[in-house]
């Protein structure tokens, strides 16, 4: 289970719910501990995981290249299966579909698959021969440079 801090419980069905309104969305906060993960620590360890990894015969998937065995495509799709699987969760909190006791369950569901979509744009840009890390510096310093924001990573 995701540890989550005390304002985590204080959300209730109906704020969660309250996009349609104008409201931002709010979802709970997961509590971790500060630098706990970069891009390059979550390059490493794919790196190291991704050759062990088996599907569920028990069967090794990837090879040790940086690709993995798998094109782009291949990791594109499996990073955009993920997404889909968290845009489900998030198509059914805002139609109503869970109550108020399913939904701490439920956004821990949604939590793990955006982490798995995270994962797989790290393996889909190492396929690539991208590091995510400086690519991310650089796309978000030049969007606020473009826009006049003094915010930069």
């Given at each position: 289970m995701i540890p989550s801090n005390d304002k985590t419980s204080s959300f209730s069905h109906q704020e969660l719910m309250e996009t349609n309104t104008g409201r931002?969305?709010?979802?709970?906060?997961?509590?971790?501990?500060?630098?706990?993960?970069t891009f390059d620590s979550l390059c490493t360890a794919n790196n190291k995981r991704r050759p062990q990894f088996k599907d569920k015969q028990g069967r090794i998937v990837h090879n040790n290249k940086p690709d993995g065995g798998w094109n782009l495509s291949q990791w594109s799709n499996a990073t955009l299966g993920e997404l889909g699987e968290a845009a489900n969760i998030i198509k059914k909190i805002e139609r109503g579909d869970f109550t108020d006791a399913e939904m701490p369950g439920i956004m821990e569901k949604l939590a793990y698959e955006l982490a798995d979509v995270q994962i797989y744009l790290d393996l889909l840009a190492t396929?690539?021969?991208i590091n995510l890390g400086y690519a991310t510096v650089a796309k978000f310093n030049k969007v606020s440079n473009e826009q006049g924001i003094k915010v930069f990573l």
């Open positions: 931002p969305y709010t979802a709970p906060i997961f509590r971790v501990e500060p630098n706990c993960l396929a690539a021969g």
